[in-house]
């Protein structure tokens, strides 16, 4: 089951369930992946990683409105915000620790090394084949350092 099909199937749960928070973001975000499907020249059906990029953006702005809501004055505003930022983060993958991106740049600048001594030339295939791999769950800059730091 693709994950934009999830978010339907919970969308209709939560609307027979009466859970009002739960029904209103799931709609807010199939309506915001119905508009990325159809805008542009040419209108494509997103996938799972770009359903999952439209979450953390979702997320994201969430978090931020939240924020400027709560220096406002406007709690009640910024908790529900904080409450839809969480739920919808409920739809992503589990974020890694550093000890496992760690590992997982290891291994992936392990396999590059088994061709040829590697240089800084070396950085964007690295970066490429790690950020295909870790795909959005750390950090993209503290993984560059890493890789970096690997590539002397």
């Not at 409105?65 to 930022?85: I, N, Q, S, V, Y």
């Not at 589990?94 to 590992?103: D, M, R, S, T, V």
């Not at 240089?119 to 795909?135: P, R, W």
């Amino acid at each position: 089951m693709s994950l934009k099909d999830r978010l339907r199937d919970d969308s209709i749960a939560h609307l027979k369930a009466g859970n009002e928070l739960e029904k209103t973001t799931l709609r807010n975000i199939l309506s915001a992946i119905g508009t990325k499907e159809k805008s542009g020249k040419n209108p494509a059906e997103l996938n799972d990683q770009d359903v999952e990029n439209l979450l953390r953006k979702e997320v994201s702005n969430r978090e931020e409105t939240a924020a400027l809501a709560a220096k406002d004055g406007r709690a009640e505003h910024a908790e529900r915000e904080l409450a839809e930022a969480a739920f919808i983060s409920t739809y992503l993958p589990k974020a890694l620790g550093e000890a496992e991106a760690q590992e997982i740049v290891d291994r992936v600048m392990a396999e590059l090394a088994a061709d040829h001594e590697l240089t800084m030339k070396d950085m964007g295939q690295a970066m490429k084949l790690v950020g295909a791999e870790i795909a959005g769950r750390f950090d993209g800059k503290a993984l560059s350092q890493m890789v970096r730091a690997k590539l002397g």
